[in-house]
């Protein structure tokens, strides 16, 4: 307020606030303006690298003032707002999604065509934004266009990497990490220098006396690190809305950059202090559903909390309301355990730095934070070890320890016959070093509780989180099914298809209210309508075959089944099912002569996916995939009837060409593992079928498309625990075709059979916990399904249609009402009007 411009001098300051572009030629001048004087380049030095800058430059501009007035209008407006606490934001392009929602993308066109550029040349020359592993961090992003497209007050707040998840490099059949250096040039994000917060690390605390003889905490000591904002505009579809992504770099500290040292000649060392700040949010941790209980990490986490909450208690302090108006005012979702440390630092903050006593604090503590699990599997739910945080954060130690003893007085008094709950609830485990139980501690401090999908929210419910519905009530628990953003998983990746959509829905509005998809079941059978579908589905088909050639110098066709499993390579998630499969149905295709070869419907499997850097098998099951590729690709007596494709370094831009163009998509998990799945929703929405498991959101998909348009398979969640006992304990033969695959392996027909072994053995000899042969008669069976069903295109394509018109309810904005009603409790501010 300070910083405000005079009464008398806003005449003319806003006489020259910059209106944007409307026109080609408006566009062109910002274009080309930005390209000679922001970059420096002229028109006998402009590649079409300088093409995206500028385009992207001109974008920008249009979004910082829609973006300036959404700020505005939220803190004038005071009313309750959402913060979206994520480690990861996977946010891939920018500029196309920033195109066609301020509904310009044609202008851009048409401009750029004028001066000499096609618009998909300029699009793919912008890195993606890579802060992310996989499904977290992409319903992270698609929340954020849906919040900020339904006009929520919402802000996101992450961390901002310097490297994004690995770039992934196959050598010889091997996966090779290399870093993502993201920022050379980033035009989506304003560096704030002016808003900075110090964070304290390590230290102890002491105990004082304040002036009325209470004793109050003190943490002092450690080091300060500083944490610099970055602010990210995220553009609401056809709104001016736009929200903030606020993303968090560390830096030395001024103070702490030691000029002593600077002076003295320890210029080295000095400068390394300096690194080792920075070092706390140079790199994404590459690991997706798996926790490695890294130092580095746990201070990346406090980090991000920290700042977060600073800024969110400062922005508060500023309404100058009481603090039992805080949950009122601020509502905080907590994406997974990752941001758990925000409850016991609202605490400190609260009873250490404002004087709050503790009932009071907390009281206001637990009913602000909301909290998502997405993972029931052991190996993914965050543990801290005691020591480790002790040195760390001291302080928060005691608050945790507090905030447990409280918990479980409380339960003492509620269930004083049942001694064995103490233990089980307990935020702390008792093992050797004592374990901190995230999940826990998020669950005790937040009002809600979520899963993810409805088998997934029940599951929560009866197997990690099961006393505390005794405790708590199964009030607290709830669900809230995954969503995806149709802007950019079908108008943007599929623009045919949602140009066919609108023009039979009479114009775009589905985009906004996917619910109206149903209305093509009009259409299912319209010849014209039908015809057009399937070309689309061919031109998607016919795009990812070129790029397949490109990338892996394999030609396929584009008129055979494209099967496709693209997701990080993880057991659970079961590609070495899909890929036995393979295996089977290659060894079935030897097997027949050249007339029976030629009945079959010819197929394309085509994988993707990155392995964690330390994660053995998964970098095996890569390893397998394409070897099985080089033998079967090569074969001449297999030729079109099966092409085996790896496709290198999946991400989000590679999703938007390879979503499109899949005609069944594998969802395979084991049941009960995968929490929901999200790219289950993208491939349906865009006409493409599901072979999948009974589990995470495939289920509530089969019962939005019906039974008829899916293929499922393989045993049910309930049944996991005892499969898994027999095979431990029973007499349990293997399936005689997966022996068979098994067999051709250890023969070697795809390369040293020893570099397999563990992955065979792991199945054969040691309890197939993922229940691959348990599940692979009836994947083989309903893949001849698939085949059979393929061969009756017409119904096929009914199939697909059906499908599309029944995916309203996947929307990421069917999520985020849920969330917005059910959670936070927080209403749309709609963009104010222009006088
Ligand atoms: O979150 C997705 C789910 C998916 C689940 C995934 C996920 C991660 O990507 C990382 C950690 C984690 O605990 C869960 O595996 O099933 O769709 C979004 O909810």
Redesign the pocket.
């Known amino acids: 307020v300070e910083a405000s411009i005079p009464e008398p001098q806003r005449a003319a300051w806003k006489k020259f606030t910059p209106k944007g572009f409307t026109t080609p030629e408006e566009f062109e001048k910002e274009c080309v303006r930005h390209i000679e004087t922001t970059l420096a380049r002229s028109l006998y030095n402009c590649d079409e690298f300088a093409t995206y800058a500028g385009t992207a430059l001109a974008f920008r501009d249009r979004l910082v003032l829609d973006w300036n007035k959404t700020q505005q209008n939220q803190t004038f407006a005071d009313q309750k707002r959402v913060y979206y606490l994520s480690l990861e934001f996977l946010m891939g392009r920018a500029l196309d999604n920033a195109m066609l929602n301020v509904g310009m993308k044609d202008v851009a066109a048409k401009g750029l065509s004028e001066l000499g550029f096609r618009m998909e040349d300029i699009v793919s020359q912008e890195h993606d934004a890579a802060l992310g ?7 992270a992003a698609c929340f954020l266009d849906s919040l900020a497209s339904l006009n929520y007050p919402a802000w996101g707040y992450g961390l901002r990497y310097r490297y994004g998840i690995f770039k992934q490099e196959i050598v010889d059949g091997y996966q090779v990490e290399v870093p993502d250096y993201w920022l050379d040039f980033n035009p989506w994000e304003f560096a704030r220098h002016d808003i900075t917060v110090d964070i304290q690390f390590y230290g102890h605390v002491s105990k004082y006396q304040d002036d009325n003889g209470t004793s109050i905490s003190v943490w002092e000591g450690g080091e300060i690190v500083q944490a610099v904002a970055y602010d990210v505009p995220v553009p609401g579809y056809q709104t001016e809305n736009t929200n903030n992504l606020r993303l968090w770099a560390s830096k030395a500290a001024s103070g702490e950059f030691d000029f002593q040292k600077f002076n003295s000649g320890e210029y080295e060392s000095s400068v390394a202090d300096q690194q080792r700040a920075e070092t706390i949010s140079a790199v994404l941790y590459p690991n ?2 798996l926790e490695r209980g890294k130092e580095l990490r746990l201070k990346q986490q406090y980090f991000w909390c920290a700042a977060s909450l600073y800024d969110i208690v400062r922005r508060f302090k500023k309404t100058k309301r009481s603090w039992k108006d805080f949950p009122t005012q601020v509502a905080i979702q907590l994406n ?1 355990t990752h941001p758990t440390l925000a409850i016991p630092e609202l605490q400190r903050i609260l009873v250490d730095q404002e004087g709050l006593d503790w009932e009071e604090a907390w009281s206001i503590v637990s009913k602000t934070f909301g909290y ?1 699990n ?2 029931v ?1 052991p190996e ?1 739910l965050e543990k801290w070890s005691v020591p480790l945080f002790q040195h760390l954060l001291p302080r928060h130690l005691q608050i945790i320890y507090d905030i447990n003893l409280n918990f479980l007085h409380y339960v003492e008094r509620t269930f004083p016959k049942d001694r064995d709950m103490l233990s089980r609830v307990s935020i702390i485990e008792e093992s050797n070093p004592k374990m901190i139980r995230m999940a826990f501690l998020a669950l005790i401090g937040s009002h809600k509780v979520n899963g ?2 409805e088998l ?1 929210s029940d599951l929560i419910k009866t197997t990690i989180f099961k006393d505390f519905v005794k405790v708590f009530g199964p009030d607290k628990f709830t669900n809230v099914t ?1 969503g995806i953003t149709p802007r950019r998983w079908l108008h943007q990746a599929n623009p045919r298809l949602s140009e066919l959509i609108a023009s039979k829905l009479g114009g775009h509005e589905f985009l906004k209210d996917l619910t109206l998809l149903h209305k093509l079941e009009n259409y299912v059978d319209d010849k014209e309508f039908r015809k057009e579908f399937q070309e689309i589905k061919y031109a998607n088909k016919v795009r990812l075959a070129k790029h397949i050639k490109e990338a892996n110098g394999v030609s396929v066709n584009p008129s055979a089944l494209f099967d496709v499993q693209v997701k ?1 390579i993880h057991e659970y998630k079961r590609q070495q099912l899909n890929i036995f499969g393979v295996i089977h149905r290659y060894l079935a295709i030897k097997a027949m002569s050249p007339e029976e070869r030629k009945k079959l419907v010819p197929r394309v499997s085509i994988f993707g996916g990155k392995a964690a850097p330390g994660y053995w098998m998964a970098k095996t099951v890569i390893h397998l995939i394409n070897q099985v590729g080089k033998v079967v690709n090569n074969d001449k007596d297999v030729g079109d009837a099966l092409k085996v494709i790896f496709l290198e370094d999946y991400n989000v831009s590679k999703a938007e060409i390879i979503t499109p163009a899949s005609d069944i998509s594998e969802h395979i998990s084991t049941a009960g593992t ?5 790219s289950n929703m993208k491939f349906c929405l865009n006409g493409g079928l599901i072979i999948g498991t009974c589990d ?2 495939n289920i509530e998909i089969t019962r939005e498309i019906g039974e008829n348009n899916i293929f499922l398979f393989g045993n049910l969640a309930e049944d996991v625990e005892d499969l898994r006992h027999s095979h431990l304990y029973g007499t349990y033969t293997l399936d005689s075709s997966l022996q068979a695959v098994f067999d051709a392996i250890s023969d070697g027909m795809f390369g040293d059979a020893s570099h397999f072994s563990a992955l065979v053995n792991g199945i054969v000899e040691h309890g197939d916990y993922y229940l691959v042969s348990d599940d692979f008669a009836s994947y083989c069976k309903t893949q001849d399904l698939i085949d059979e069903a393929y061969k009756n295109q017409e119904e096929w394509w009914t199939k697909c249609i059906t499908t599309v018109a029944r995916m309203g309810f996947f929307s990421s904005d069917r999520c985020i009402d849920e969330y917005a009603e059910m959670i936070w409790n927080v209403e749309p501010l709609p963009p104010k009007q222009e006088q």
Do not use: F
């Open positions: 592993n996989g499904g977290l961090g992409r319903l997706d559903n997974d998502t997405h993972t599997l993914a993810v999908a997934h995954n990080r995968e929490a929901s799945g999200t995470g959101a």
